[in-house]
């Protein structure tokens, strides 16, 4: 939603400051720059990147306009989900857990979290960390690193379409000079004729410099900017699974695991320790939403 108020606000505050010097909006209407700088863009998108992290691209910047999913709701609805995992294994022990992690669609846990279980990677990643844990023979240490590398694997997948829409972003100024060197060839073609039809000419090529800058700084390198955020957000989510299981594996209490999952959440999306007393103890947090960003994990 922010992204979209945003985008007016740039569309407004530009052509409302060229309307206001007297500025003829019919001139910036130059469909065949706009169809030379985007479809330059595109190509060069094409050129450089195989075809998943192109539609990574496409996803993250439909999930831009849905906004981040991770949420005090979705963390509260996690905290919430880990404490009911940490006192089935502390009633019944770890064995127990066996078929949870093995079928999670199934389990009595998971099965109540239908937001966790719709994030993949978030499911694999603890399943498969638990899964190593009931197996025994295994150092928290260890276990621990293997949480960093998943991570880090992640978190470098999710960077590379960031990094190819930047590449795009800084091309987009070079495109916008190809289509004004087009347009004085084509004025250079035009000259003797009437001084009218030159100027028109001239302010053509003028307008493709004008949109290569502008869809550079005022679109594609904050969407960038912005996908860097969300990616950022999906790697807290992530930490703060790793904290909690990887402190009731090495023995911590259930509420003590769950406190240190809390206190690696971001500060502006951390449920206070009352409000995750009350949704683990079963006064409910609002349902998370789904997050769908992470579906392409």
């Known amino acids: 939603m ?3 108020i945003g985008a007016v606000v740039v569309l407004a505050a530009v052509i409302g400051g060229y309307l206001m010097e007297g500025g003829p909006l019919m001139v910036l209407v130059q469909p065949a720059e706009l169809l030379i700088i985007l479809g330059a863009a595109i190509g060069t998108l094409l050129i450089a990147n195989p075809l998943p992290v192109v539609m990574k691209i496409v996803k993250g910047l439909l999930g831009v306009l849905k906004g ?5 709701a979705t963390y509260l609805e996690t905290l919430k989900m880990l404490s009911a995992l940490f006192m089935l294994a ?3 022990g770890m064995v127990k857990l066996e078929e949870d ?6 389990s009595q846990v998971f099965s109540k979290y239908p937001a966790f279980l ?3 990677h978030a499911v694999h990643f603890v399943c498969d960390t638990l899964r190593m844990a009931i197996s025994g023979g ?8 293997m949480m960093e590398i998943d991570m880090d694997v992640h978190h470098h997948e999710a960077t590379v379409p960031i990094s190819a829409l930047s590449t795009v972003a800084d091309a987009l100024p070079g ?3 190809v289509a004004a060197v087009l347009g004085v060839v084509i004025t250079m073609g035009s000259l003797g004729g009437p001084p009218e039809e030159i100027g028109h000419k001239v302010a053509a090529a003028l307008v493709g410099t004008f949109l290569g800058i502008l869809l550079c700084y005022g ?10 955020k969300m990616a950022d957000a999906e790697t807290d989510y992530f930490r703060c699974l790793r904290n909690g299981v990887m402190a009731f594996v090495k023995g911590s209490a259930p509420a003590l695991a769950i406190e240190f999952a809390r206190r690696s959440i971001p500060g502006d999306v951390r449920p206070s320790f009352f409000e995750t007393e009350a949704a683990c103890k079963g006064g409910g947090a609002a349902p998370a939403a789904v997050p769908e960003a992470a579906e392409a994990a």
Do not use: C, M, W
């Open 118 to 120: 719709a994030n993949h």
């Open 219 to 228: 679109f594609l390198g904050p969407l960038a900017s912005n996908l860097t």
């Open 90 to 92: 502390r009633k019944n």
């Open 68 to 72: 981040s999913p991770y949420t005090k």
């Open 138 to 145: 295994v150092q928290p240490f260890d276990l621990d690193q």
């Open 175 to 177: 495109l916008g000079i």
């Open 101 to 106: 992690v093995e079928n999670p669609e199934k």
């Open 2 to 4: 922010f992204a979209i």
